[in-house]
Antibody, heavy 118, light 107 residues
Framework: QVVQSGAEMKKPGASVKVSCKAS????????VNWVRQAPGQGLEWMGW????????NYAQKFQGRVTMTTDTSTTIAYMELRSLRSDDTAVYFC?????????????WGQGTLVTVSS | DIQMTQSPSSLSASVGDRVTITCRAS??????LNWYQQKPGKAPKFLIY???SLQSGVPSRFSGSGSGTDFTLTISSLQPDDFATYYC?????????FGQGTNLEIK
């Protein structure tokens, strides 16, 4: 099971940190991908973090603005996005890759709506 | 980056119909192609991996095929629960990328 934190409302320029609590599988053998979906739009991959090593792989579009981390003691993954803009308004999903870095987004959180508005 | 293009963007069909959705990659991705189903207000659901392997628990009316640049998702006999948006995704190389989605509607 993967459970995300609740909806957030932020002002332009602020930061948001979304959490993703994993249970029922071996977190340190898995990876966590983050994907976002703007209102009425498709899916956009943001990046991945290893539950074992903490290694990350970010999409170029988000480099410098995103940080993904994990806490293996609590099996929680985090995604922080900084310098928010109105076009960052989206539902943010975490998705578990049970084999680490296969790119198979096997189990998804319920999504976290982040609204950026002044 | 690899671009994924789905067709059609939307499709109207009836219960019991056979439907096919296509997905084309901008370069060869071997069989590193996944399919997802998403219903309004919900997270995507993982359906098919490695182009043709059915995820556990997914009904056998779903099937996938293809390799290289051209792929298809087929639903052999549409059921009411199948009306949703479908996305393909390449996991050949990062950044992973998705098609724009195919909205499957009831006729």
């Amino acid at each position: 099971q993967v459970v995300q934190s609740g909806a957030e409302m932020k002002k332009p320029g602020a930061s948001v940190k979304v959490s993703c609590k994993a249970s029922g599988y071996t977190f340190t053998r898995s990876g966590v991908n983050w994907v976002r979906q703007a209102p009425g739009q498709g899916l956009e991959w943001m990046g991945w973090i290893s539950g074992y090593s903490g290694d990350t792989n970010y999409a170029q579009k988000f480099q410098g603005r995103v940080t993904m981390t994990t806490d293996t003691s609590t099996t929680i993954a985090y995604m922080e996005l900084r310098s928010l803009r109105s076009d960052d308004t989206a539902v943010y999903f975490c998705a578990a890759d049970f084999y680490g870095s296969s790119g198979n987004l096997e189990h998804w959180g319920q999504g976290t709506l982040v609204t950026v508005s002044s | 980056d690899i671009q994924m293009t789905q067709s059609p963007s939307s499709l109207s069909a009836s219960v019991g119909d056979r439907v096919t959705i296509t997905c084309r990659a901008s370069q060869s991705i071997s069989n590193y192609l996944n399919w997802y189903q998403q219903k309004p207000g919900k997270a995507p659901k993982f359906l098919i991996y490695a182009a043709s392997s059915l995820q556990s628990g997914v009904p056998s009316r779903f099937s996938g095929s293809g390799s290289g640049t051209d792929f298809t998702l087929t639903i052999s006999s549409l059921q009411p629960d199948d009306f949703a948006t479908y996305y393909c995704q390449q996991n050949y190389i990062t950044p992973y990328s998705f098609g724009q989605g195919t909205n499957l509607e009831i006729k």
